[in-house]
Protein backbone atom coordinates (compact mmCIF):
# COMPACT_ATOMS: atom_id res chain seq x y z
CA UNK A 1 0.00 0.00 0.00
CA UNK A 2 1.40 3.43 -0.92
CA UNK A 3 1.95 5.75 1.73
CA UNK A 4 -0.16 8.54 0.21
CA UNK A 5 -2.40 7.48 -2.54
CA UNK A 6 -4.70 9.64 -4.74
CA UNK A 7 -6.75 9.11 -7.49
CA UNK A 8 -5.19 9.79 -10.22
CA UNK A 9 -8.52 10.77 -12.11
CA UNK A 10 -9.03 12.63 -14.70
CA UNK A 11 -12.18 14.33 -13.02
CA UNK A 12 -13.86 16.13 -15.77
CA UNK A 13 -16.72 18.00 -15.32
CA UNK A 14 -18.50 21.46 -16.31
CA UNK A 15 -17.85 24.92 -15.24
CA UNK A 16 -19.97 25.82 -12.36
CA UNK A 17 -20.17 21.84 -11.01
CA UNK A 18 -18.92 21.05 -7.61
CA UNK A 19 -16.04 18.43 -7.33
CA UNK A 20 -14.78 16.83 -4.26
CA UNK A 21 -11.84 14.69 -4.13
CA UNK A 22 -10.10 12.44 -1.22
CA UNK A 23 -6.34 11.65 -0.22
CA UNK A 24 -5.77 8.70 1.92
CA UNK A 25 -2.74 8.27 3.87
CA UNK A 26 -1.15 5.19 6.16
CA UNK A 27 0.36 6.57 9.24
CA UNK A 28 -1.81 7.58 11.76
CA UNK A 29 0.81 9.55 13.33
CA UNK A 30 0.88 12.33 10.57
CA UNK A 31 1.21 15.84 11.46
CA UNK A 32 0.68 18.21 8.51
CA UNK A 33 -1.61 18.08 5.71
CA UNK A 34 -1.41 20.15 2.48
CA UNK A 35 -2.95 20.29 -0.84
CA UNK A 36 -0.91 22.08 -3.52
CA UNK A 37 -1.95 22.69 -7.08
CA UNK A 38 0.51 22.24 -10.28
CA UNK A 39 -0.28 23.00 -13.48
CA UNK A 40 0.86 21.27 -16.51
CA UNK A 41 4.94 21.51 -17.02
CA UNK A 42 5.06 24.11 -14.10
CA UNK A 43 6.03 23.98 -10.46
CA UNK A 44 3.61 23.00 -7.21
CA UNK A 45 2.31 25.50 -5.57
CA UNK A 46 0.72 25.89 -1.69
CA UNK A 47 -3.36 25.86 -2.69
CA UNK A 48 -4.10 25.16 1.24
CA UNK A 49 -3.10 24.08 4.43
CA UNK A 50 -5.41 21.30 5.96
CA UNK A 51 -6.22 21.68 9.45
CA UNK A 52 -7.69 19.54 12.09
CA UNK A 53 -10.74 21.58 12.15
CA UNK A 54 -10.83 21.97 8.32
CA UNK A 55 -10.55 24.96 6.15
CA UNK A 56 -11.95 27.31 3.47
CA UNK A 57 -10.39 29.61 1.26
CA UNK A 58 -12.98 31.13 -1.21
CA UNK A 59 -14.76 28.74 -3.11
CA UNK A 60 -12.39 25.63 -1.56
CA UNK A 61 -12.92 23.54 1.43
CA UNK A 62 -10.04 20.95 3.24
CA UNK A 63 -11.01 18.68 5.48
CA UNK A 64 -8.86 16.05 7.46
CA UNK A 65 -10.54 12.86 9.03
CA UNK A 66 -7.99 11.32 11.06
CA UNK A 67 -10.24 8.68 12.14
CA UNK A 68 -10.45 7.20 8.62
CA UNK A 69 -6.74 8.56 7.42
CA UNK A 70 -7.78 10.74 4.48
CA UNK A 71 -7.67 14.18 3.61
CA UNK A 72 -10.01 16.06 1.36
CA UNK A 73 -10.93 18.68 -0.86
CA UNK A 74 -13.90 20.49 -2.03
CA UNK A 75 -14.10 22.87 -5.34
CA UNK A 76 -17.66 24.86 -5.23
CA UNK A 77 -18.63 26.84 -8.63
CA UNK A 78 -15.64 25.25 -10.84
CA UNK A 79 -13.64 27.66 -13.22
CA UNK A 80 -12.04 26.23 -16.08
CA UNK A 81 -8.78 27.69 -14.51
CA UNK A 82 -8.89 24.62 -11.71
CA UNK A 83 -7.96 22.74 -14.37
CA UNK A 84 -4.91 21.57 -13.10
CA UNK A 85 -3.53 18.25 -10.99
CA UNK A 86 -3.76 18.70 -6.97
CA UNK A 87 -1.39 17.32 -5.62
CA UNK A 88 -2.06 15.79 -1.84
CA UNK A 89 1.42 15.97 0.89
CA UNK A 90 1.68 14.63 4.33
CA UNK A 91 4.15 14.83 7.05
CA UNK A 92 4.32 11.44 8.32
CA UNK A 93 6.77 12.02 11.05
CA UNK A 94 5.52 13.04 14.80
CA UNK A 95 8.57 15.57 15.18
CA UNK A 96 8.62 16.66 11.60
CA UNK A 97 11.11 15.28 10.03
CA UNK A 98 11.79 16.59 7.04
CA UNK A 99 12.71 13.35 5.40
CA UNK A 100 8.58 11.81 5.49
CA UNK A 101 7.60 14.57 3.58
CA UNK A 102 5.30 12.57 1.46
CA UNK A 103 3.38 13.66 -2.09
CA UNK A 104 0.79 11.84 -3.42
CA UNK A 105 0.86 11.35 -7.24
CA UNK A 106 -1.77 13.57 -8.06
CA UNK A 107 -5.47 14.15 -9.03
CA UNK A 108 -5.93 15.46 -12.53
CA UNK A 109 -9.27 18.35 -13.10
CA UNK A 110 -10.68 18.88 -15.85
CA UNK A 111 -12.91 21.49 -16.16
CA UNK A 112 -14.59 21.24 -19.29
CA UNK A 113 -16.95 24.95 -21.15
CA UNK B 1 12.05 38.54 -5.18
CA UNK B 2 12.57 36.34 -7.63
CA UNK B 3 12.00 33.50 -5.61
CA UNK B 4 13.56 29.94 -6.32
CA UNK B 5 15.57 29.87 -9.50
CA UNK B 6 16.93 26.91 -11.29
CA UNK B 7 19.21 26.48 -14.15
CA UNK B 8 19.49 25.32 -16.78
CA UNK B 9 15.59 24.06 -17.72
CA UNK B 10 16.52 21.67 -20.35
CA UNK B 11 19.40 19.18 -20.51
CA UNK B 12 20.45 16.30 -22.11
CA UNK B 13 22.98 13.97 -20.85
CA UNK B 14 24.92 10.87 -22.21
CA UNK B 15 25.12 7.99 -19.52
CA UNK B 16 27.98 8.59 -17.51
CA UNK B 17 28.17 12.12 -17.85
CA UNK B 18 27.89 14.50 -14.21
CA UNK B 19 26.53 18.21 -14.28
CA UNK B 20 25.00 20.09 -11.60
CA UNK B 21 21.62 21.57 -11.11
CA UNK B 22 22.06 24.43 -9.71
CA UNK B 23 19.09 26.75 -6.95
CA UNK B 24 18.69 29.81 -5.90
CA UNK B 25 16.61 31.81 -3.64
CA UNK B 26 16.04 35.10 -2.30
CA UNK B 27 14.00 34.91 0.47
CA UNK B 28 16.13 33.96 3.43
CA UNK B 29 14.79 30.63 3.83
CA UNK B 30 16.51 27.96 6.08
CA UNK B 31 15.05 25.14 4.40
CA UNK B 32 15.60 23.68 0.80
CA UNK B 33 15.05 20.62 -0.45
CA UNK B 34 15.86 18.99 -4.19
CA UNK B 35 12.67 16.49 -5.60
CA UNK B 36 12.22 14.99 -8.62
CA UNK B 37 9.01 13.99 -10.49
CA UNK B 38 8.55 10.79 -12.71
CA UNK B 39 5.03 10.22 -14.87
CA UNK B 40 2.16 8.47 -12.34
CA UNK B 41 4.35 9.03 -8.87
CA UNK B 42 4.52 11.86 -6.74
CA UNK B 43 7.67 14.20 -5.91
CA UNK B 44 10.35 12.24 -4.29
CA UNK B 45 12.62 14.07 -2.12
CA UNK B 46 16.10 13.09 -2.88
CA UNK B 47 18.40 15.57 -0.63
CA UNK B 48 17.30 18.90 1.70
CA UNK B 49 19.05 20.88 4.03
CA UNK B 50 17.86 22.78 7.23
CA UNK B 51 20.66 25.10 7.02
CA UNK B 52 24.22 26.80 5.66
CA UNK B 53 26.47 23.65 6.23
CA UNK B 54 23.81 20.59 6.98
CA UNK B 55 22.10 18.47 4.46
CA UNK B 56 20.54 14.82 4.73
CA UNK B 57 19.54 12.23 2.73
CA UNK B 58 15.83 12.27 1.92
CA UNK B 59 13.52 8.88 -0.07
CA UNK B 60 15.94 8.83 -3.13
CA UNK B 61 19.76 9.81 -2.82
CA UNK B 62 21.58 7.61 -4.44
CA UNK B 63 23.62 8.70 -7.45
CA UNK B 64 23.18 12.79 -6.12
CA UNK B 65 25.34 14.84 -4.18
CA UNK B 66 24.53 17.79 -2.41
CA UNK B 67 26.39 21.20 -0.62
CA UNK B 68 24.85 24.11 0.97
CA UNK B 69 27.63 26.66 1.85
CA UNK B 70 25.43 29.58 1.63
CA UNK B 71 21.69 29.74 2.51
CA UNK B 72 21.16 30.65 -0.88
CA UNK B 73 22.63 28.56 -3.13
CA UNK B 74 22.02 24.50 -3.26
CA UNK B 75 23.41 22.78 -5.87
CA UNK B 76 22.91 19.57 -6.79
CA UNK B 77 25.34 16.96 -8.29
CA UNK B 78 24.67 13.64 -10.72
CA UNK B 79 28.00 12.17 -10.08
CA UNK B 80 27.51 9.73 -12.93
CA UNK B 81 24.44 9.84 -15.15
CA UNK B 82 22.26 7.13 -15.72
CA UNK B 83 18.74 6.74 -17.62
CA UNK B 84 16.82 5.98 -14.52
CA UNK B 85 18.15 9.69 -13.88
CA UNK B 86 15.58 11.14 -16.63
CA UNK B 87 12.96 13.22 -14.77
CA UNK B 88 12.00 16.66 -13.45
CA UNK B 89 13.99 18.27 -10.67
CA UNK B 90 12.24 20.72 -8.46
CA UNK B 91 14.19 22.63 -6.16
CA UNK B 92 11.93 24.37 -3.32
CA UNK B 93 12.72 26.24 -0.32
CA UNK B 94 10.97 27.20 3.22
CA UNK B 95 10.91 29.10 6.24
CA UNK B 96 9.04 26.79 8.25
CA UNK B 97 9.41 23.63 6.94
CA UNK B 98 8.23 20.76 6.80
CA UNK B 99 5.09 22.35 8.84
CA UNK B 100 4.82 25.43 6.83
CA UNK B 101 4.71 25.79 2.39
CA UNK B 102 7.48 24.88 0.18
CA UNK B 103 8.07 27.42 -2.86
CA UNK B 104 9.12 25.94 -5.62
CA UNK B 105 11.82 26.52 -8.54
CA UNK B 106 10.49 26.20 -12.47
CA UNK B 107 12.16 22.73 -12.26
CA UNK B 108 14.87 21.24 -14.30
CA UNK B 109 13.94 18.05 -17.20
CA UNK B 110 17.12 16.35 -17.18
CA UNK B 111 17.21 13.72 -20.29
CA UNK B 112 19.35 10.96 -19.66
CA UNK B 113 20.17 9.09 -23.11
Known amino acids: RKEVEQDPGPFNVPEGATVAFNCTYS??????FFWYRQDCRKEPKLLMSVYSSGNEDGRFTAQLNRASQYISLLIRDSKLSDSATYLCVVNMERYSSASKIIFGSGTRLSIRP | NAGVTQTPKFQVLKTGQSMTLQCAQD?????MSWYRQDPGMGLRLIHY???????DQGEVPNGYNVSRSTTEDFPLRLLSAAPSQTSVYFC????????????FGPGTRLLVL
Open chain 2, 92 to 103: ASSRDWPRGTQY
Open chain 2, 27 to 31: MNHEY
Open chain 1, 27 to 32: NSASQS
Open chain 2, 49 to 55: SVGAGIT
